[in-house]
């Protein structure tokens, strides 16, 4: 596949990286039941999701009081229009977004951004603003819990 080119997700790869956040080392025949299709088509697009770089490999969950080197961050989002369940799939698809919440107000949503690079947080905050029905964001990184 072409590094390049940007993989796009469908509706079966958002479920299925919503699964891996959960449990990223969840066995084939456990995301495959969970998500109604056969061993054969997880693995497949766990491969591709692999091979195109979309998915960067697996990773452990850490206890936020456990130190690290991760940025986080909150983003506050706004839709346009009638455009909430579309956009809220795409974000989904977005590993990088630790979690998303609704909220009344000015903004629509509100997503946890966790990335291990300023690089990777620059290229994260251009995916959300380039959403079809993004119409506003305002970021804010988060330094120190007191």
Do not use: C
Not at 8 to 20: A, C, K
Request: aromatic share 4%.
């Amino acid at each position: 596949m072409n590094e390049n080119a940007k993989y796009i997700f469908d509706d079966l790869d958002r479920e299925l990286l919503s699964q891996l956040r959960v449990d990223g080392r969840a066995p084939v025949s456990v995301l495959a039941g969970a998500l109604g299709v056969s061993r054969a088509t997880i693995q497949n697009r766990i491969d591709r999701l692999l091979a195109s770089g979309a998915l960067l490999g697996f990773t452990v969950r850490v206890r936020e009081d456990h130190g690290d080197s991760t940025i986080r961050a909150v983003m506050m989002i706004e839709i346009l229009g009638k455009s909430t369940t579309e956009v809220i799939k795409k974000l989904r698809g977005m590993p990088e977004l630790y979690k998303l919440h609704t909220t009344n107000g000015k903004w629509d949503l509100v997503a946890e951004i966790h990335t291990d690079s300023l690089q990777s947080f620059d290229r994260v905050l251009r995916e959300v603003r380039l959403i079809d029905g993004v119409s506003n964001s305002e970021t804010s990184m988060l330094l120190t819990s007191v």
